[in-house]
Every structure is written in C-alpha cells, then in structure tokens.
C-alpha cells in the first residue's frame, strides 16, 4: 500500500472514488430534498443517497486503515 513516502496506485484510485462518491451523495440529498419538498413526495428517492454513502464509508475506512497497516507490516 504504501512505499517509503509514495503512494500507492490503489491510494489514488480509492481517493479519487471518495471524492467522486462525495459529489454524487451530494447531488442525491439535493435531488431527495427536491424529491420529497413536492406535493406529491416520491418516497423511493429517499433511499438513493445510501449508495454514495456507502461507497464514502468504504472508501473512507480503506483510506484510514492503509497506513496503518502499513506501518505494522513494515
């Protein structure tokens, strides 16, 4: 994961999913608060946003969990 101070192509790529699942978890809130502000709320919508959030979760743990388990094995 990591080397000596350079990061790891996978590093890259799991930041780059975390910074992209944010501004798709982002754009669902706002499509859900749309969604369920009009007179007739679509419910379902509600749930879209926990697809993003769990890439976020994901992501996020792998991001903290690297180093430190770098560390160890090294």
């Known amino acids: 994961m990591y ?3 350079r ?3 996978v590093i890259g790529r799991a930041r ?3 910074r992209w699942s944010g501004v798709v978890f982002t754009l669902a809130v706002l ?3 749309v969604a369920l502000s009009l ?3 679509i419910v379902w919508v509600s749930y879209l ?3 993003p959030l769990a ?3 994901f992501t996020g743990l792998f991001m903290l ?3 430190i388990r770098a560390r160890r094995t090294a």
């Open 3 to 5: 080397v000596r101070g």
């Open 7 to 9: 990061r790891s192509p």
């Open 31 to 33: 499509a859900t608060i």
């Open 16 to 18: 780059q999913v975390h």
């Open 39 to 41: 007179p007739d709320p």
């Open 49 to 51: 946003p926990l697809i």
């Open 55 to 57: 890439a976020l979760l």
């Open 65 to 67: 969990v690297s180093p």
